[in-house]
């Protein structure tokens, strides 16, 4: 499957950003999907997970309570809705894909070495 990230860009602390991560291909439903981010000198960290289903999400502490992660399986479309950004959400955002179809539709994944593809990015910056 092949990702591609959209949506980010520069914004004032408190505002709104959708990132969108669309895939190409069939079978998006066998795919478990993940948003990472990484900061320039930082490790890439995780964000928040959805199940292929999407009946199972993930958020890392950080972000709880100000994005919500969604999917439309009919548009091949996995979305992060963030809101209240803050300065510290600055960084590259990638989208990344995991095969589950072998598992049950509420299993995801939180780690990096878990995805085997992953999109390209989007940059997200936010001023103080």
């Known amino acids: 499957v092949q990702l591609q990230a959209s949506g980010g860009g520069l914004v004032q602390a408190g505002s709104s950003l959708r990132l969108s991560c669309a895939a190409s291909?069939?079978?998006?439903?066998?795919?478990?999907m993940g948003w990472f981010r990484q900061a320039p000198g930082k490790e890439r960290e995780f964000v928040s997970a959805?199940?292929?289903?999407?009946?199972?999400?993930s958020y890392t502490d950080s972000v709880k309570g100000r994005f919500t992660i969604s999917r439309d399986n009919a548009k091949n479309t996995v979305y992060l809705q963030m809101n209240s950004l803050k300065p510290e959400d600055t960084a590259v955002y990638y989208c990344?894909?995991?095969?589950?179809?072998?598992?049950?539709?509420?299993?995801?994944?939180?780690?990096?070495?878990?995805?085997?593809?992953w999109g390209q990015g989007t940059q997200v910056t936010v001023s103080s």
């Open positions: 990344a894909a995991r095969n589950s179809i072998a598992y049950t539709g509420t299993v995801y994944y939180t780690t990096p070495t878990d995805y085997d593809n």
């Open positions: 291909g069939r079978s998006f439903t066998r795919y478990a």
């Open positions: 959805i199940s292929r289903t999407g009946a199972g999400t």
